[in-house]
Each structure stands twice: as structure tokens, then as C-alpha cells.
């Protein structure tokens, strides 16, 4: 069983189009996150949330929505696609306290915008 | 904020050769951790690691967070170690974590 699993795995869309991309853990973990690594591997934390509430909220365009309907999911919305939104997405999880055992990571979603 | 710095960006072994790659940060940390990105992709959590020495087979990582700073040790490297290492350390008092530029390894057979 995948323990944080994304979907889609790849996205390709143009310009000006609006996108979600879901995430799932079943790892009963409490909080969620969505990072960004760009064209350098460069990894850089978007959005975080702690049973369902927004604890985390990084400097990104307010074209970027996270939402989390329940703590085993958080999905991101982004509208209004620009160019440089193409990156990979990369969801993560991990236990209260963060004690012993960290992140897992889901396996990305690559996105091109054209 | 905190800076995380690693070393080297790049490195080319040759199989079963030892290695080791260096993360620094800049202020107090509690925790720290090591992630291992494949070539296709995907990010394996390798150690969580605040002080002290793990070792899980042929790796293994030791944190010094008094002089800030952490080490991961590969032994006997394999073509199968290829790909970029990150390091990642929270924000003083925060769910949110800093990762580092990355070390990227390539072993050779």
C-alpha cells in the first residue's frame, strides 16, 4: 500500500488554465505539506497542515489554494497557470511531534504549463 | 532564517568506493534529516537524525548540533546510491523545514 500517494502523476497544460492535484496518506499521520522543487532540485516548503488547519502559508502567489477536506488529505488548486509554475510537486506527511521518524515524501507531480 | 549549506554539490565515484557528504546550518537545530532523491524521481526518507550516529546498512549519519553540522557516510558505494542527497532542518519551533542545495552523486560501475 502506497503511504503518500499524489495524483496525477504528470500534468501538461497551458497557460491560463486552472489544475488541482490531490494528495492521500494513510499513514494516520497528522500534518501535511506541499513543496516545490524547481529546475535545480532546489526544495522549498509551500503550505502545511496540522489536522486541518493551516499552520504553514509561504510567500507563493495567492494563485496557489491548498485545501484539506480531512488530515489523510491535502490538495492544491492553483489557477490562473503561468510558465513558471512548471515544477514538481511534492507532497509529504509526517507524525505529531515530528519525533522519530520524519517526512515521507508521495512520489511528485511533475507539471509543465505550455 | 536558518541557512543550510552542503558539500560537495557534486561527486562521481567509482563503485564501492566510500564517501562522505557534509550538511551545515547556520543556527540551533533539534532536528535533522536525510533524504536520498533517485533518478526517476522519488524522495526516501534515509535518516531522522537530531544528534548523535544511526547507521542503516552500508549508511550512516552523524549530527554534531552543537557545531552545526551533520555527515552522511556511504560505504562501499553501489550504482544504485546515484542521485541527489538533501538535508533538511526545521525552522526554530516549526513544522517547517529548510532543505539544503543537495549533493549530487553519481557512482560509476
Known amino acids: 500500500d502506497t503511504a503518500v500517494s499524489q495524483t496525477p502523476k504528470y500534468l501538461v497544460t497551458q497557460m491560463g488554465n486552472d489544475k488541482s492535484i490531490k494528495c492521500e496518506q494513510n499513514?494516520?499521520?497528522?500534518?501535511m505539506y506541499w513543496y516545490k522543487q524547481d529546475s535545480k532540485k532546489f526544495l522549498k516548503i509551500m503550505f502545511s497542515y496540522n489536522n486541518k488547519e493551516l499552520i504553514i502559508n509561504e510567500t507563493v502567489p495567492n494563485r496557489f489554494s491548498p485545501k484539506s477536506p480531512d488530515k489523510a488529505h491535502l490538495n492544491l488548486h492553483i489557477n490562473s497557470l503561468e510558465l513558471g509554475d512548471s515544477a514538481v510537486y511534492f507532497c509529504?506527511?509526517?507524525?505529531?511531534?515530528?519525533?522519530?521518524?520524519?517526512?515521507?515524501f508521495g512520489s511528485g507531480t511533475r507539471l509543465t504549463v505550455v | 532564517g536558518i541557512q543550510v549549506e552542503q558539500s560537495p554539490p557534486d561527486l562521481i565515484l567509482q563503485e564501492g568506493a566510500n564517501s562522505t557528504l557534509r550538511c551545515n546550518f547556520s543556527d540551533s537545530v533539534n532536528n535533522l534529516q536525510w533524504f536520498h532523491q533517485n533518478p526517476w524521481g522519488q524522495l526516501i526518507n534515509l535518516f531522522y537524525?537530531?544528534?548523535g550516529t544511526k547507521q542503516n546498512g552500508r549508511l550512516s549519519a552523524t549530527t554534531v548540533a552543537t557545531e552545526r553540522y551533520s555527515l552522511l557516510y556511504i560505504s562501499s558505494s553501489q550504482t544504485t546510491d546515484s542521485g541527489v542527497y538533501f538535508c533538511?532542518?526545521?525552522?526554530?519551533?516549526?513544522?517547517?523545514?529548510?532543505f539544503g542545495t543537495g549533493t549530487r552523486l553519481k557512482v560509476l560501475a
Open positions: 499513514l494516520g499521520h497528522d500534518t
Open positions: 533538511a532542518v526545521p525552522t526554530s519551533g516549526t513544522y517547517k523545514y529548510i
Open positions: 509529504a506527511s509526517s507524525p505529531p511531534g515530528q519525533i522519530n521518524y520524519g517526512y515521507t
Open positions: 537524525i537530531p544528534s
